[in-house]
């Protein structure tokens, strides 16, 4: 349904996606997970023919969206990060405008408005104005000028960010919706949590390539059952070495920066006062420690040693 | 087509929601223009600037020929005459609701013939300083040619009043007085007129009539309704940019050359709207034949559409709404100064003129000046459409092909 091989965006000499390639079917929803700046939007924008590839292929229901466009575009849809509404157009009037604009006509349009519209619940809203919404009713009718159309690929760029948690709930619900009905979604997000809650399979990207891709079980596989221990305080880098003499078992350095070493190991708890042991040894104080389970958050740090939001 | 149809509707709908602006391109050209047409009206709104009181005690032909004297040709459009009792004559000129108060006295005419002393009293309003001063000197003028009448004719005037003629010698009477007269103005003319000079006076031809000034600013002032709102509608593509809606609309298999098309033809409606009201109120005002109403409507149209599609084409290759604004607010004066909404081309220095109308404003406007003051409608010529068409199609293919290379995506 949704194909991409060997993706590249170059401007000029940088490279802001490199070699990406991941495909995903239907009924099923595909995570794109990086921080900000990873080469998220800049995938979309190809995908969404915002702008061309350097090079590789992109194919949605089974046409090229640079040779074939016009019929690749039809069956997508797409609900971008920030707001694409007219805030001056009654909101029954953005959905009529977007479905014209995707070949929809009379009472075909009209029955399916009514549908979107019952779907995003501003059925009651319908004729007033998107400026005089609250954020989260323009979030729902952005999305619902998205699958105006009924597309077979449903693009998702950040959709929930500065969105209230109950707008957000709903909005999971309309994404879920919309899988059910047989449309693969691109989902990205820099939210683990959602990533692991929503998508059946997801791709991690950073710097423009894809360092990790599988089902979210698989990739927690890979970090198998080790915990994430990350300690702040005043001690000089190489305290990781010192951990490391003790003889715990697989215990793995992330990063050994001054102030800040982050360990995985399994059942890291048990290991606290040993660990703790070192740093006093070595002259060191910690102020802060964290532990966190597997998860796909730690997964990032694991992969690339920093923090998914940084 | 019907994705063009749905750009025009949701254009429309959305302008609908700004009214606001819409007054505002129809008000200024308005405004601006009613003071010049104001200013210029060479027939309507300018009324006698003063008024002589004269209260003719004499009531006869010589009398009546002074106070006739200030309501002839240029006078009548400087000095109203109100004829008016002593008392009431006293009365307005103390409360200093007229220029001047003049009274002849009983007895005018015969002091005149007789040439003897009589004393005109003409009583000034101190609070005014040119117009007092204009019907002094007119007055003395008046008085001048009267003492020099009588000196030439003095005889022949004392005989005419002197005459018992029997009315069977009346006919005799007359001609030997006319002989007598004609006489002596054979004997003076020599020295008393001036050599003749023949004037030819040379009128345009029926088909090029001179139109008065105040009808060849309306061209201009349809204009400056055109040019301001072209910029304002153009102005919304960068409005759909930062919606996000551009974004959006390049996602979709919908036609670009389609949604400009669709954006320019609800400029089209719209600046035939504004320019059309700022045409009705010129027609009515000036008197213009209706049957030029058509093609003159059509031409604004159309020529809107262009200038449409050009300030498009301009706010699309500038690199923010900022710069946009900018540039498209300094290229609108300085068109509007040369292309005749200030001053009409047909009255500017002829290099001045030839300048202007190379200006696509300039164009615009001399076509429809032509087709205005012309003796017949549908002047436009084939070619002015074509140039007009050709505008509109360039600016659209600029505003089609910004909108593929980037336009849309919102940095």
Redesign the interface.
């Known amino acids: 349904m949704l194909a991409v091989e060997k993706l590249t965006k170059q401007y000029g000499d940088f490279t802001a996606v490199d070699d990406v390639s991941f495909e995903s079917g239907e009924g099923k929803i595909f995570g794109l997970l990086g921080p900000n700046g990873a080469g998220k939007s800049t995938t979309i924008n190809c995908i969404s023919g915002l702008m061309p590839p350097t090079s590789g292929h992109i194919s949605i229901a089974g046409f090229d969206i640079v040779k074939d466009g016009k019929k690749a575009k039809a069956s997508l849809g797409i609900v971008p990060q920030e707001l694409a509404l007219y805030e001056d157009l009654p909101a029954i009037e953005n959905l009529k405008y977007w479905g014209q604009a995707y070949g929809l006509r009379g009472s075909a349009l009209d029955t399916r408005v009514r549908d979107v519209l019952d779907h995003i619940g501003l059925a009651d809203r319908a004729k007033d104005l998107p400026k005089e919404f609250s954020g989260g009713m323009k979030r729902r009718l952005n999305f619902g000028c998205g699958i105006i159309h009924k597309p077979k690929v449903l693009l998702l760029d950040e959709p929930t960010v500065g969105v209230d948690p109950q707008s957000r709930q709903r909005l999971f619900e309309m994404v879920e919706a919309e899988r059910d009905a047989g449309a693969c979604v691109l989902y990205t997000t820099h939210y683990m949590e959602e990533a692991e809650s929503l998508c059946d399979s997801l791709a991690i990207i950073d710097h423009g390539k894809i360092i990790a891709e599988g089902t979210v079980d698989e990739l927690k596989a890979q970090l198998g059952a080790r915990d994430v221990l990350q300690l702040n305080g005043d001690f000089p880098s190489g305290l990781g070495t010192t951990v490391a003499e003790r003889g715990i078992s697989d215990l793995e350095i992330i990063s050994d920066e001054d102030g800040v070493l982050t360990l995985t190991m399994t059942a890291a708890s048990h290991h606290l006062p040993a660990i703790f042991e070192s740093v006093t040894a070595a002259g060191g104080t910690v102020n802060e420690t964290s532990l966190r389970s597997p998860n796909l958050e730690t997964l990032f740090l694991l992969l690339t040693g920093k923090e998914l939001r940084e | 087509m019907?994705?063009l149809l749905?750009?025009f509707r949701?254009d429309i709908?959305?302008w609908r929601?700004?009214r606001t602006a819409i007054l505002l391109w129809i008000g200024l050209p308005f405004m601006i223009g009613g003071l010049i047409t104001s200013m210029v009206d060479q027939d309507g709104g300018v009324g006698p600037m003063g008024t002589l009181l004269i209260a003719d005690l004499d009531d006869t032909l010589v009398s009546g020929f002074v106070a006739g004297a200030f309501s002839q040709d240029e006078m009548a459009d400087l000095i109203g005459v109100q004829q008016v009792t002593p008392e009431e004559g006293t009365r307005l000129i103390e409360a200093g609701e007229a220029s001047g108060f003049l009274t002849i006295p009983e007895g005018f005419q015969d002091a005149f013939i007789d040439n003897t002393p009589m004393t005109l009293t003409l009583k000034t309003n101190p609070s005014q300083t040119i117009l007092p001063g204009i019907i002094e000197d007119i007055t003395e003028v008046l008085l001048d040619v009267g003492f020099y009448l009588q000196g030439v004719f003095g005889d022949e005037i004392r005989q005419i009043k002197a005459a018992d003629v029997p009315d069977t010698l009346a006919d005799s009477f007359a001609s030997d007085m006319a002989v007598q007269i004609q006489q002596k103005i054979r004997r003076l003319e020599s020295k008393v007129f001036p050599p003749v000079i023949e004037v030819e006076i040379v009128e345009p031809p029926p088909d090029e009539p001179s139109p008065d000034i105040a009808l060849l600013f309306l061209p201009g002032i349809v204009l400056m309704a055109l040019m301001f709102s072209a910029q304002g509608l153009s102005a919304d593509y960068w409005k759909?940019r930062d919606?996000?809606?551009l974004?959006?609309?390049?996602?979709?298999?919908?036609l670009l050359s389609r949604f400009v098309l669709g954006k320019a033809l609800a400029a089209a409606v719209l600046m035939a709207l504004i320019g059309g009201a700022t045409l009705l109120a010129g027609f009515i005002y000036h008197g213009i034949p209706w049957d030029k109403m058509l093609p003159s409507m059509l031409w604004i149209a159309v020529s809107g559409i262009g200038l449409f599609a050009w300030f498009s084409a301009i706010q699309m290759l500038l690199p923010s709404r900022k710069a946009a604004n900018l540039v498209t607010s300094l290229i609108v004066f300085p068109l509007l100064m040369m292309g005749g909404s200030f001053f009409p081309l047909d009255v500017l220095p002829d290099w001045m003129a030839a300048i202007g109308r190379l200006s696509p404003n300039g164009f615009v406007a001399d076509k429809l000046t032509l087709e205005l003051t012309s003796a017949s409608a549908w002047t436009f010529e084939s070619r002015s459409w074509l140039t007009a068409m050709a505008m509109t199609l360039s600016g659209i293919m600029i505003s089609a092909w910004r909108l593929r290379t980037?336009f849309?995506?919102?940095s």
């Open positions: 019907s994705f749905a750009t949701k709908a959305r929601q700004d759909e919606s996000g809606a974004r959006r609309l390049v996602s979709t298999p919908g980037g849309a995506r919102k």
